[in-house]
């Protein structure tokens, strides 16, 4: 497994190879569980090269505090990607994505980013989109891989490499879970032990609202998921929206012939979690 720093070193090497058609692209920031890993697998399975990147980039995050306290274990990190036979790995510096100013550039991204994660993290999306974009400029992948457990993301980067025609197809992801059900997230880790016992009613409470979702109208499912968060000492609900798949718009009412997805975010003490599932 070959580890790269510099944007320099890293192309002088893709460069030098005979990639044609195979080289799979996986962006992380690092603190890697086994959904990266999932993904990484998945790659492999898919490509003659997979290259992984870890990069915490600081233009998605909002608060300065959260982007401090962002976990990090590279060396760990390096062992578990060396264990799954990764072939490249590049770790840049923040200098080496941004030079100058560490900027986000604007995006039109037709609304997806206005909602849900874009009402209350104002300017993520524009900071994702701007290094996934400079991400694909280096590495120049053939195929790039995103979870589904950020799901409002992986629309966003569809949306991108086609208005764009970049020559990558988006491969999603499968949310990968712990064994109670919890989304595994980088985050995970910094759960107090309360809230790590509490946690497993959100992803319970999406599986409930699927059920519900066959027989009951939208504004009924969403009392219901309110009232799952009521009065709950350890998790803090912060949304909870039913949307179309493509347009990522909350609706209130089921149209035939859409897909549907639910979308939930939730305070656990100083940790927020998110995750989604598809409804029909
Ligand atoms: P992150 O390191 O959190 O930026 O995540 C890197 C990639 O892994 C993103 O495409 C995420 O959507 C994906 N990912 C994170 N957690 C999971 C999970 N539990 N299951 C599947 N994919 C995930």
Do not use: W
């Not at 720093?5 to 030098?16: E, G, I, M, Y």
């Not at 992803?203 to 609202?209: D, E, G, P, S």
């Amino acid at each position: 497994m070959k580890v790269f720093k510099t944007v320099s070193s890293v192309q002088k090497h893709l460069n030098s190879l005979n990639l044609k058609k195979s080289l799979g692209f996986v962006p992380t920031m690092g603190a890697l569980h086994d959904g990266h890993l999932s993904i990484i697998e998945k790659a492999k399975k898919e490509n003659k090269f997979v290259i992984v990147s870890i990069f915490v980039n600081p233009t998605q995050f909002e608060k300065q505090e959260d982007l401090k306290k962002y976990p990090n274990q590279l060396e760990l990190d390096l062992e578990l990607l060396k264990s799954k036979k990764c072939d490249f790995v590049f770790i840049p510096s923040v200098k080496e994505m941004y030079t100058t100013r560490i900027e986000s550039e604007p995006f039109d991204f037709q609304g997806l980013d206005k909602v849900m994660e874009g009402t209350s993290r104002e300017g993520h999306f524009d900071g994702v989109g701007t290094i996934v974009k400079k991400f694909f400029e280096i590495i120049q992948p053939h195929k790039a891989y995103f979870g589904e457990k950020d799901f409002q993301q992986l629309q966003i980067i569809k949306l991108m490499v086609n208005k764009n025609n970049l020559p990558i197809q988006i491969i999603p992801c499968d949310i990968y879970r712990e064994k109670d059900g919890l989304a595994m997230s980088s985050r995970n880790i910094r759960l107090s032990a309360n809230s790590r016992e509490a946690a497993p009613l959100i992803y319970q409470t999406l599986v409930k609202c699927k059920n519900l979702f066959l027989k009951k109208d939208i504004n009924k499912v969403k009392i219901s998921v309110k009232n799952q968060f009521k009065n709950n000492p350890d998790l803090d609900l912060e949304y909870f929206e039913i949307a179309d798949i493509t347009t990522l718009v909350p609706s209130s009412v089921k149209e035939k012939n859409k897909k549907y997805r639910a979308f939930i975010a939730v305070h656990a003490g100083s940790i927020r979690l998110i995750d989604n599932i598809a409804l029909n």
